[in-house]
Every structure is written in structure tokens, then in C-alpha cells.
């Protein structure tokens, strides 16, 4: 089962840019969660927006949520080259379990 | 902080063997979980448990099976392995969500990459 998509699957742009990187939704949700993966590393959790918040930050890290749209964006600011990842939004499935989409490969240029 | 640690980094086994995969968490989490992780098909949940001698099956348990004999550990067995499981692994553990409010956050391992030959 799919629940969130990320788009664009691939982004690539300099150094100090900002990128920013979308997810998609079907169903309602309680919270959304964004995470980053290194290259053959495991994910590590970025941030947590609930359902009732419709922006969040952490760092230069801003993410927004639209519930009406089921719709989360992930902007991340002044781009350095250790960003270089990707990027994934994850759902609920049930009380215990998180879907995830297929992720955002994200390319800083120095 | 919390830290998941999976028992290999890097693993290659041949066709028909018996493979275990283990996780270890420190944080006295109730819920793990494993996943595989090939390109193009994103991060597909195999099997979670989320309490000692309970497992539920994720969206691809065949060919797999899994162990929660202790609350930290939690073991996935390719009972034969077979080359299309050629893949990445990851565990994860959170804490169990009561009354099912929301669902928590996971902390993943750092991945073991299994090739079958």
C-alpha cells in the first residue's frame, strides 16, 4: 500500500538554493513525518507535523501541511552539500505503522 | 538517543541457505519493525511486531519469517534464501502508540545489504 508520493523523484540545484520537495496523500492522517536517507544509510526523522498544525520548523528546515489538499511540502534553506540525500514523507497505516512514498533524490552542486 | 544497530552492514549469502538478520534497540521501544528497500519500489514493510512473541505481517512476508523472544531484539530468518531477496534491510523501532491517537516516530538501523548468490 502506497500512501505518500514525493515529487519531484529526483532534484538537483547549487549550493545555498533552497529546495523544496512535495508529498502527496490519500487518506486522512493524524500526523505526517518527514525523513532523510543517506546513501546506503538508514532514515533518520526530521520532523513531525500533527494534523492540526499547519506549519512547522526545525533549523532551516520548514514544513507545511494542507490537510485540505492532503498535501505536505519540505523546504529546506540555504542548501549545503551534506543535504545531498533523500528525502521521504511517511503516513499512518493503522495506529502502529508508517507508509512511506518512494522518496525525493535530492543532488546539492558546490 | 535512541539507537537501533542491525548485526551486519553488508552480508552475502548463497541460494537455499538460511539467513538471520538481527536488530537490536536500546530504548525500550515496543514496536519493530523490518523493511526492504530496493530502487523504484521505495521502503516495503516485511513484517512488525509490537509487543515480545507478537509479529503481524507487513505487505511482503513471504518467503520470510521473524522472532521477538526479547522486547530489544527482533529477528527477521530468510528461511532459503533466494536471489530475488537480493536487497537492503532496515529495521526500526517507535513506541506504541496508546489508544491510537497518532503514530510515532521510527528510528531506523543503519541497513544491512544482503546480496544472495
Known amino acids: 500500500s502506497q500512501q505518500g508520493e514525493e515529487d519531484p523523484q529526483a532534484l538537483s540545484i547549487q549550493e545555498g538554493e533552497n529546495a523544496t520537495m512535495n508529498c502527496s496523500y490519500k487518506t486522512s492522517i493524524n500526523n505526517l513525518q518527514w525523513y532523510r536517507q543517506n546513501s546506503g544509510r538508514g532514515l533518520v526523522h526530521l520532523i513531525l507535523?500533527?494534523?492540526?498544525?499547519r506549519e512547522k520548523h526545525s533549523g532551516r528546515l520548514r514544513v507545511t501541511l494542507d490537510t485540505s489538499k492532503k498535501s505536505s511540502s519540505l523546504l529546506i534553506t540555504a542548501s549545503r552539500a551534506a543535504d545531498t540525500a533523500s528525502y521521504f514523507c511517511a503516513t499512518e497505516e493503522g495506529a502502529q505503522k508508517l507508509v512511506f512514498g518512494q522518496g525525493t533524490r535530492l543532488t546539492i552542486n558546490p | 538517543d535512541v539507537k537501533v544497530t542491525q548485526s551486519s552492514r553488508y552480508l552475502v549469502k548463497r541460494t537455499g541457505e538460511k539467513v538471520f538478520l538481527e536488530c537490536v534497540q536500546d530504548m525500550d521501544h515496543e514496536n519493530m519493525f523490518w523493511y526492504r528497500q530496493d530502487p523504484g519500489l521505495g521502503l516495503r514493510l516485511i513484517y512488525f511486531s509490537y509487543d515480545v512473541k507478537m509479529k503481524e505481517k507487513g505487505d511482503i512476508p513471504e518467503g520470510y519469517s521473524v522472532s521477538r523472544e526479547k522486547k530489544e531484539r527482533f529477528s527477521l530468518i530468510l528461511e532459503s534464501a533466494s536471489t530475488n531477496q537480493t536487497s537492503m534491510y532496515l529495521c526500526?523501532?517507535?513506541?506504541?502508540?496508546?489508544?491510537?491517537?497518532?503514530?510515532?516516530?521510527?528510528?531506523f538501523g543503519p541497513g544491512t545489504r544482503l546480496t544472495v548468490l
Open positions: 507535523i500533527r494534523s492540526n498544525e
Open positions: 526500526a523501532s517507535s513506541l506504541f502508540s496508546v489508544g491510537g491517537l497518532f503514530t510515532d516516530t521510527q528510528y
